[in-house]
């Protein structure tokens, strides 16, 4: 059987739980420094599966024992935004609680596939892949497959249309840098642009950066984590299937699109070694130069994390 760890058992984590089980992906095993948290958690799960007829086990442990030789490990420990804070006020905290983790992953699932989730992302990935020591198809991180799904959610809303037929596509930071691309956005093979004027464009890609702070605002306690964990589900399952999926994603880039040594959201595909290649688009220069930007800002942030 499979075995999957959730580090966290947060609102991400313990969603992302409940949506890898429902999906029956394998075994899971989610972890927290709250005692309590992960056990109670996953016992109120397994109380689930009679009903969902889900038929896995999912263990709850403060022991990173436990971990032991998991195929795949999803990392969400960390605290999560507050209204008025930026992804990047988190660097500091965050880094810290992810290096302590990796340090575990590293001793108890020397060979698993690694997916960041805790922000900020591009840079967390990066202390995941330099603390862990692991290849770099291995690890990788959660980003443009949650910001391409909000492209894709504003703009059924905006045309009324199912999202069914609507296929996104939003590179770079995951963060106030991404790059949503129109020009590879479609309504059932039809670009977005013949069907929206440049401004209503322009409007939902705004809103979509946005897209993270707007339900910040909202929930004034903690961030989104429905569509976060549905995007981490969607990772796990293209990697324990094997099913060679076309996601944009956080990858470690050497040399593609002009950046190396730093994480960025670009399509990859994936399969059970991680990210099998990272496919080159062609972008205008304009959107290249929107990605190097994107590239500047995260350098910038590891460059403070090395200080
Ligand atoms: N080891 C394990 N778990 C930890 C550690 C640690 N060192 N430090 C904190 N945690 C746990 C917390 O106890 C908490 O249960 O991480 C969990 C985080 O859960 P939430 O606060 O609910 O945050 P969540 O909404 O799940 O977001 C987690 O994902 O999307 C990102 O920006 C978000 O970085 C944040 C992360």
Redesign the pocket.
Known sequence: MTKITV?????????TVQRIAELQLGDIVM????DG??QGKALDLMQAAPVMGYDIDILGT?DYADIADSDVVVI??????KPGMS?DD?LSI?S??TT??CGNIAEYAPHAIVIT?????DI?TYVTLKTTGFEHNRVFG?SGVLDSSRFATFIAMELGCSIRDVDAMVLGGHGDSMVPVPEYTTIYGIPMSQLMPKETVERLVQRTING?AEIVEYLKT????YA?SASVAKMVEAVVKDSKRILPCAAYLQGEYNESDVYLGVPVKLGKNGIENIIELELTDGQLRALSNSAAGVREEIAKLQQ
């Not at 989730?117 to 992302?121: A, D, G, M, S």
């Open positions: 580090i966290g058992a947060g609102n991400v984590g313990a969603t972890t927290d420094v709250v948290l992960p403060t969400t420990a960390g605290i999560a935004r992804r988190l965050n810290k609680i302590e983790v989730v805790t922000n900020p992302l967390m959660m993270g903690g961030s989104a984590f976060p």
